[in-house]
């Protein structure tokens, strides 16, 4: 539960209370109206008698009148006194979760009315009113609840843990058996997490009940899945008895599908909401991790030739020596220079100097494993971090990346690379191995451009 307190019209919309006390008042002809736990008015008086208007006509008395209910809402006990001008007042606290939160004010109600009377509606209200809330109290925890884990789900930044938190939720907040989240990526749905559910599951706009819900962009909830449905050609591992999902959409921007299923009972109007609160947050948890992760790539990627930049690739190579100067192992490093570069930018230019750039470094990427991290050095030059490779695993690599290059033309021209080779050996820090391997490259400007040289 929130340690902060609650107002009324958390619980009730201020429209509500207004057709209650216009009610009130239309059936039994006193004024009606209702302040917060301070005093403030939260809903003004829907009528007022019209003996009542004559006294709050005057300035004075409408001063004497508030001050008089202040001083009798400060009791915090069901009241039908008279008030300061001989009229009787009704005052009834109002209470969620043993708080008073507001309090219902009914005045100007003449003197001569019967006082059983006016004691009884008194109790009419504070049992109507408090027993009404009291049933509002299981609802108001599960919002809260719910509301918690919304925003704890805001505030993750890693991309795998708001997939994560989103599925948890989803399967917390509406008492369902399981959850699958699909992120809408390449034109299709795709199943990202999936409780209990081992195979991905990819969906176009319109293909089953997630894809519906997508297309259309509405909350979809089904009581009972029939055979019709077709669902049990899409999930055949798992039966699916009933379920809910709703479209992720940031911005107009379809994101994603939330869908849950196996709830106990059928899902209600609260089950629609909880999964329509969960949507918007995983919107804006969705969007604000893919941010920090496109904000995290672009410190680390080079903007050109998006290969990883120099200072990303020195890091990770300090982490690799260490590592190998406590457990030992292998690892290997390329240097890689462009040949004549220059040349060529002073003979075509600049803009296809840079697509040269961006060709290259994809025939690097193609030549390498998931594992080996490439980097843009500077310039025209090139490193290629190999872990767990030896010396001939390196050659056959760089020999790989040659003839690569040799049968590939780069922007419309053919091109060479001279590559310098250094091998791990213990002591050697991740400076050391960047210089051996760099004055292994340019051995091979020197003698032979094109070629492949080893730092002995």
Not at 242 to 265: D, H, Q, Y
Not at 406 to 414: D, F, L, V, Y
């Amino acid at each position: 539960m929130s340690s902060v307190q609650p107002i009324i019209t958390d619980i009730i919309e201020k429209d509500e209370l207004m057709e209650l006390t216009s009610d009130f008042s239309k059936k039994f002809g006193f004024c009606a109206f209702i302040l917060d736990s301070k005093g403030k008015m939260i809903v003004e008086k829907q009528f007022i008698p019209e003996y009542c208007e004559r006294i709050l006509s005057v300035k004075e008395n409408a001063t004497k009148c508030y001050k008089d209910t202040i001083s009798k809402i400060m009791l915090n006990k069901v009241l039908y006194d008279e008030c300061w001008a001989g009229h009787r007042k009704i005052i009834v606290p109002i209470k969620f979760m043993n708080n008073v939160i507001a309090y219902w004010i009914t005045c100007g109600i003449a003197s001569d009315v019967n006082e059983k009377f006016v004691q009884a509606l008194a109790n009419m209200i504070d049992s109507f009113i408090n027993k009404f809330l009291k049933s509002y109290e299981k609802w108001f925890n599960e919002r809260e609840f719910a509301t918690k884990i919304l925003n704890n789900l805001i505030s993750q930044q890693d991309y795998d843990q708001v997939l994560e938190k989103i599925v948890s939720s989803a399967t917390k907040i509406l008492k369902t058996d399981r959850t699958t989240l699909f992120i809408y990526d390449g034109g299709k749905l795709v199943s990202r997490i999936a409780e209990g559910l081992e195979q991905e599951i990819a969906l176009n706009l319109g293909e089953g009940i997630a894809g519906t819900c997508a297309l259309n962009r509405e909350i979809i909830a089904i009581d009972e899945v029939k055979p019709e449905i077709g669902i049990k050609s899409i999930i055949k591992e798992y039966e699916v008895k009933n379920l809910i999902c709703a479209p992720i959409i940031f911005k107009k921007k379809l994101l994603g599908v939330i869908e849950s299923f196996n709830k106990g009972t059928s899902f209600t109007m609260k089950d629609r909401k909880h999964i329509s609160y969960l949507a918007d947050a995983a919107a804006i948890a969705l969007n604000n991790a893919q941010t920090f992760v496109a904000l995290q790539r672009m410190s680390i990627l080079d903007p050109l030739t998006q290969l990883y930049n120099r200072n990303y690739f020195i890091r990770c190579l300090e982490k690799e020596t260490t590592r190998l100067n406590r457990y030992s192992g292998e690892l290997s490093l390329m240097f890689i220079d462009l040949d004549d570069f220059k040349k060529f930018n002073d003979l075509y230019g600049h803009t296809v100097g840079d697509i040269v750039l961006k060709e290259f470094s994809n025939l690097i990427k193609n030549n390498l494993r998931d594992a080996d991290i490439a980097a843009r050095f500077g310039g025209e030059e090139f490193v290629v971090m190999l872990p767990n490779t030896d010396r001939e695993g390196a050659y056959k690599t760089a020999e790989r990346l040659q003839q690569s290059i040799r049968n590939t033309e780069i922007a419309g021209h053919k091109v060479s690379a001279s590559i310098g080779i250094a091998c791990y050996r213990l002591g050697l820090t991740a400076k050391m191995l960047i210089d051996r391997a760099d004055k292994a490259m340019y051995h091979v400007k020197r003698t032979q451009k094109g070629t492949i040289s080893f730092w002995d």
